[in-house]
C-alpha cells in the first residue's frame, strides 16, 4: 500500500532537484555569455571598430520574446488552477510566439547582409579591388571618383541608371581564368578603363596595355576584385550608407571621421602605419555580434523542442494541477532566455 506522505515526499524532492539542474543549465549560460561579452570589450579596447545600428527585425523579435513569457506565465498559472483551455490556448501561443521569435531573429540577419554586415571574411575597408589603387574608370570622359561609399561624376552622386550602366559594363570581369583573358563584350564607347593611370586599349576583344600587351593573371585579379566591388555597391567601406551616420568607426574607443579617403582623429590624418593597420583589420565586432546573437538563438531553438514537448502534454493531459513541474521548470529556463536577450540587445545597443 503507497504511504500518501512518502509519494509527496518524493514528488517534492524531484521537484528540487529538476530545478536544480534547471539553475545549474541557467549558471553555465551566464558563464557563456559573460565570458563572450568580456571578450567583446577587451578586443574593443585596442584595434579598429565598427559600430552600427541594430536591424529592425531585432526589436521586432525583442517584443515577441517578452509577449511569449507572459503568456507561458499564463500557461503556468492556468496549470496550477486546473483551466486546461486557458492551459491549452497560452502554451501554443508561446510556442508560437517563439517560432515568430526565431523568423525575426534571421530576418534580422538578413538586414545585416544587405546593409553590408557579414559574420566573417570581411574587413572594415575595402582593400581588395579599392578603386583607384590601380585601376580607374572613365564614364563619357570623366573619371569616376569614390567618396566613402558614393560613386561621383564631376562631384555629383551618380544616378541609379548610371549606376546600373557601370554594373552591367563590370560585370564582363566578375569572372576569372587563370589562363585566358577576359573576353570584352563592349568597350569604349562609354567607359574606358584606366591602369596605373594608362588607358587600357581594346583588340581582338582582349583588353592591353601599350605594346599590346595583355593584363596578367594578379592584375586581371584585381581588376575582378573591383567588379565585385561595384556588383555590391562598396566604395571604401564593407558596411552600407555614410560613416558618421550609417556607420562608425572606432580606434582605442575614440571615433575616427573620414576625409578624402582616409581615416583622422581629432581632425588629424592617421599615420601611415595606422592606415595600413585599418586597411589589414578585419570586422571583428560584426563576428561577435553574430556569435553572441546566434548562441542565443541556438539556446532558444533547443528549448523550442522541449516547447513542443510542452504543448502535446497540455492537451493529453499530462500537465494538470497535480503534475506541472514541467512547464513550471520550462518556464523558468524561458523567462531567463528573454531577460537574457534584453540584456544582450542592451549590451550591443550601448557598447556596439
Given at each position: 500500500?503507497?504511504?500518501?506522505?512518502?509519494?509527496?515526499?518524493?514528488?517534492?524532492?524531484?521537484?528540487?532537484?529538476?530545478?536544480?539542474?534547471?539553475?545549474?543549465?541557467?549558471?553555465?549560460?551566464?558563464?557563456?555569455?559573460?565570458?563572450?561579452?568580456?571578450?567583446?570589450?577587451?578586443?574593443?579596447?585596442?584595434?579598429?571598430?565598427?559600430?552600427?545600428?541594430?536591424?529592425?527585425?531585432?526589436?521586432?523579435?525583442?517584443?515577441?520574446?517578452?509577449?511569449?513569457?507572459?503568456?507561458?506565465?499564463?500557461?503556468?498559472?492556468?496549470?496550477?488552477?486546473?483551466?486546461?483551455?486557458?492551459?491549452?490556448?497560452?502554451?501554443?501561443?508561446?510556442?508560437?510566439?517563439?517560432?515568430?521569435?526565431?523568423?525575426?531573429?534571421?530576418?534580422?540577419?538578413?538586414?545585416?547582409?544587405?546593409?553590408?554586415?557579414?559574420?566573417?571574411?570581411?574587413?572594415?575597408?575595402?582593400?581588395?579591388?579599392?578603386?583607384?589603387?590601380?585601376?580607374?574608370?572613365?564614364?563619357?570622359?570623366?573619371?569616376?571618383?569614390?567618396?566613402?561609399?558614393?560613386?561621383?561624376?564631376?562631384?555629383?552622386?551618380?544616378?541609379?541608371?548610371?549606376?546600373?550602366?557601370?554594373?552591367?559594363?563590370?560585370?564582363?570581369?566578375?569572372?576569372?581564368?587563370?589562363?585566358?583573358?577576359?573576353?570584352?563584350?563592349?568597350?569604349?564607347?562609354?567607359?574606358?578603363?584606366?591602369?596605373?593611370?594608362?588607358?587600357?586599349?581594346?583588340?581582338?576583344?582582349?583588353?592591353?596595355?601599350?605594346?599590346?600587351?595583355?593584363?596578367?593573371?594578379?592584375d586581371r585579379v584585381r581588376l575582378r576584385d573591383l567588379a565585385w566591388n561595384v556588383r555590391d555597391l562598396r566604395g571604401d567601406f564593407f558596411v552600407r550608407g555614410e560613416m558618421g551616420k550609417d556607420f562608425h568607426i572606432y580606434y582605442?574607443?575614440?571615433?575616427?571621421?573620414?576625409?578624402?579617403?582616409?581615416?583622422?582623429?581629432?581632425?588629424?590624418?592617421?599615420?601611415?602605419?595606422?592606415?595600413?593597420?585599418?586597411?589589414?583589420?578585419?570586422?571583428?565586432?560584426?563576428?561577435?555580434?553574430?556569435?553572441?546573437?546566434?548562441?542565443?538563438?541556438?539556446?532558444?531553438?533547443?528549448?523550442?523542442?522541449?516547447?513542443?514537448?510542452?504543448?502535446?502534454?497540455?492537451?493529453?493531459?499530462?500537465?494538470?494541477?497535480?503534475?506541472?513541474?514541467?512547464?513550471?521548470?520550462?518556464?523558468?529556463?524561458?523567462?531567463?532566455?528573454?531577460?537574457?536577450?534584453?540584456?544582450?540587445?542592451?549590451?550591443?545597443?550601448?557598447?556596439?
Amino acid at each position: 500500500m503507497n504511504d500518501p506522505l512518502v509519494n509527496e515526499e518524493n514528488k517534492v524532492q524531484l521537484e528540487k532537484a529538476k530545478k536544480s539542474l534547471v539553475y545549474v543549465g541557467i549558471l553555465s549560460v551566464i558563464m557563456l555569455f559573460g565570458g563572450m561579452t568580456s571578450a567583446y570589450i577587451v578586443s574593443m579596447g585596442d584595434s579598429f571598430w565598427l559600430k552600427f545600428p541594430l536591424p529592425k527585425a531585432f526589436w521586432i523579435s525583442t517584443a515577441v520574446i517578452i509577449t511569449s513569457s507572459i503568456f507561458l506565465q499564463i500557461a503556468v498559472r492556468s496549470a496550477r488552477s486546473g483551466n486546461k483551455k486557458i492551459l491549452k490556448l497560452a502554451i501554443s501561443i508561446t510556442f508560437i510566439l517563439g517560432i515568430l521569435f526565431i523568423y525575426f531573429q534571421f530576418k534580422g540577419y538578413g538586414q545585416l547582409v544587405k546593409n553590408g554586415v557579414h559574420a566573417t571574411g570581411n574587413y572594415i575597408l575595402v582593400t581588395n579591388g579599392r578603386y583607384g589603387d590601380y585601376f580607374e574608370v572613365k564614364y563619357k570622359g570623366d573619371f569616376i571618383e569614390i567618396n566613402g561609399n558614393d560613386y561621383l561624376i564631376k562631384g555629383q552622386k551618380m544616378s541609379p541608371a548610371q549606376i546600373i550602366e557601370y554594373q552591367d559594363f563590370m560585370s564582363q570581369f566578375e569572372v576569372v581564368n587563370e589562363k585566358e583573358p577576359f573576353k570584352v563584350r563592349h568597350y569604349g564607347e562609354k567607359f574606358i578603363i584606366y591602369f596605373q593611370n594608362t588607358p587600357l586599349q581594346l583588340k581582338n576583344k582582349i583588353l592591353v596595355q601599350d605594346g599590346d600587351e595583355e593584363l596578367n593573371y594578379v592584375d586581371r585579379v584585381r581588376l575582378r576584385d573591383l567588379a565585385w566591388n561595384v556588383r555590391d555597391l562598396r566604395g571604401d567601406f564593407f558596411v552600407r550608407g555614410e560613416m558618421g551616420k550609417d556607420f562608425h568607426i572606432y580606434y582605442k574607443g575614440e571615433e575616427l571621421h573620414y576625409q578624402k579617403r582616409e581615416l583622422r582623429l581629432n581632425g588629424k590624418r592617421l599615420s601611415n602605419y595606422l592606415q595600413i593597420k585599418s586597411m589589414e583589420s578585419a570586422d571583428t565586432s560584426s563576428s561577435y555580434l553574430y556569435i553572441i546573437t546566434f548562441m542565443h538563438l541556438l539556446h532558444v531553438i533547443v528549448t523550442m523542442f522541449y516547447m513542443i514537448k510542452l504543448v502535446i502534454h497540455s492537451f493529453i493531459g499530462k500537465i494538470n494541477q497535480q503534475n506541472n513541474i514541467a512547464i513550471r521548470t520550462g518556464a523558468i529556463f524561458w523567462h531567463f532566455l528573454g531577460l537574457l536577450w534584453l540584456y544582450l540587445l542592451l549590451f550591443l545597443l550601448f557598447i556596439h
